[in-house]
């Protein structure tokens, strides 16, 4: 009986073959994203890589998951339920993927899409460089993912788990489509000009969640105009950057950044709330006028050690893999600014299309 996990497991594994140590996940791909067979073809392939870490990973004992995502036990039910739900997610964004490929297989099933990766089609050498740094990638994004799913007992629930069906996360956008956001804003040590400067040029625009203290203090400082979000949409992350659980009542936090908004005039101000790093309870959730938009693309631009590359890495490479979300960069940091411009020019003539944030409460 063990033969079968063993050849499993041999299937599994990460192709070897030679790597730049720094070499960009999405420069590794040798076909172009700029049509839309190019695109859903990278597409195809990234969900196939996530769907084999993610069935390498049902192979681990409990324990031995815990420890290398980084805990000392699990929720096993928890587990189960999480990866389920991201096996039906993989399903729907695999059949988008292929719908105008007749040549493609077409799973119907969860189980199908698993057999589809117990013998994935062999690839030609061009493609191996990419290969090696997708599963390499998505091995570390997939235990980001479980490490969040399993943390909801340590300050409440993040983004990898809904508390209430009126949560948004980015799953229920259409096939393509891809909200941007940016958390954190304003900070005295940026200025946002740029950023919004190139969102207007590029004819985009994003959802700023902002936090009430630091508005306050531009807006006191005359270093922020009320137009400054202008053609964009505002909300708010409360008065405080903390998360709001830790805050001593949220409710006054929340109604307060929301006020503090008011001064924007030349805005769209939304009704919407994002809970600091997502952390939040089922009772803000469901007591909280407005609603909780989350985001299931991180930029994890505020990473220490982030880079243009890195960022552009993350922020496509979620974007093949899952075809639709919110995303979610930092305003008090440089990289959006840096790769978005170019980011909307290679996916110009793909399946993508960027949601104007005033037409996102639609959904």
């Known amino acids: ?215 306050q203090d531009r807006l006191h400082a005359g270093s922020l105009q009320n137009d400054a979000y202008a053609d964009n949409c505002v909300a708010t992350q409360g008065m405080l950057p903390q998360p709001l659980l830790v805050q001593a009542d949220w409710s006054v936090s929340l109604a307060q950044g929301r006020w503090v908004l008011q001064s924007l005039t030349e805005t769209t101000r939304l009704p919407w709330f994002r809970p600091p790093d997502g952390l939040r309870d089922l009772e803000i959730s469901t007591r909280a006028p407005g609603r909780v938009i989350l985001w299931n693309i991180e930029s994890h631009d505020a990473a220490a050690d982030a880079s243009a590359e890195r960022v552009t890495d993350e922020v496509m490479t979620q974007m093949l893999l899952w075809r639709r979300g919110v995303i979610r960069f930092h305003e008090t940091q440089p990289w959006a600014a840096t790769i978005l411009p170019a980011l909307f020019a290679r996916l110009q003539t793909s399946p993508v299309r960027w949601v104007d944030c005033r037409t996102y409460a639609d959904h």
């Open 1 to 215: 009986m063990k033969l079968p996990w063993l050849l499993l497991l041999i299937l599994l594994s990460p192709v070897l073959c030679y790597a730049p140590a720094q070499a960009a996940l999405r420069e590794a791909w040798p076909d172009s994203l700029a049509s839309h067979p190019g695109f859903n073809a990278a597409s195809r392939a990234e969900i196939l890589s996530f769907g084999a870490e993610l069935m390498t990973s049902e192979l681990l004992p409990l324990e031995d998951l815990a420890r290398q995502i980084g805990g000392d036990n699990a929720d096993g039910l928890r587990l189960e339920q999480y990866r389920q739900l991201l096996w039906r997610r993989l399903l729907t964004a695999y059949r988008a993927a292929s719908q105008e490929c007749p040549r493609c297989a077409h799973p119907a099933t969860v189980a199908e899409m698993r057999q589809l990766l117990l013998s994935p089609p062999v690839l030609p050498e061009r493609y191996l460089v990419w290969q090696k740094l997708s599963r390499e990638y998505h091995a570390r994004y997939l235990q980001h993912l479980l490490r969040r799913a399993l943390a909801v007992d340590i300050g409440g629930a993040n983004e990898s788990v809904m508390l209430t069906p009126d949560e948004l996360t980015g799953f229920e956008l259409m096939d393509g489509e891809f909200l941007l956001t940016f958390d954190g804003g304003p900070s005295v040590l940026s200025d946002n000009r740029r950023l919004v400067q190139m969102l207007n040029q590029s004819g985009q625009n994003a959802v700023f969640f902002l936090v009430g203290t630091l508005l």
